[in-house]
């Protein structure tokens, strides 16, 4: 079955640099698309990132455009999200999500397997 497992979250203070990293199994990895989304309390899921695995194009949000860049290893089936200039509102759990014949790649409704999620904290 489809399995996605994150890491790399942890604490940092503002303007410092986390890498999420999520490790893919289960599935044709190549034919997804694939997604970093976070969830602060009391707020809803929202994308940050979303690179297609086939062809390599990318997505970001406006509030972290510049700052986050996500990228991806066919090989090792994984997707990186590397994090710079953290502020505090960048606080939240981070998912990593796969889908197919997504048409709105930073829309978490479009995607059907998740990981379990690993916290960003920053001060």
């Known amino acids: 079955h489809v399995q996605l497992v994150e890491s790399g979250g942890g604490s940092v203070q503002s303007g410092g640099s986390l890498r999420l990293s999520c490790v893919v199994s289960g599935y044709p990895y190549s034919t997804y698309c694939m997604g970093w989304f976070r969830q602060a309390p009391g707020k809803e899921r929202e994308g940050v990132a979303a690179i297609d695995t086939g062809d390599g194009s990318t997505y970001y949000p406006n509030s972290v455009k510049g700052r986050f860049t996500i990228s991806r290893d066919n090989a090792k089936n994984t997707v990186d999200l590397q994090m710079n200039s953290l502020k505090p509102e960048d606080t939240a759990m981070y998912y990593c999500?796969?889908?197919?014949?997504?048409?709105?790649?930073?829309?978490?409704?479009?995607?059907?397997?998740w990981g379990q999620g690993t916290q960003v904290t920053v001060s």
């Open positions: 999500a796969a889908g197919r014949g997504i048409v709105r790649p930073l829309s978490p409704d479009e995607y059907n397997y």
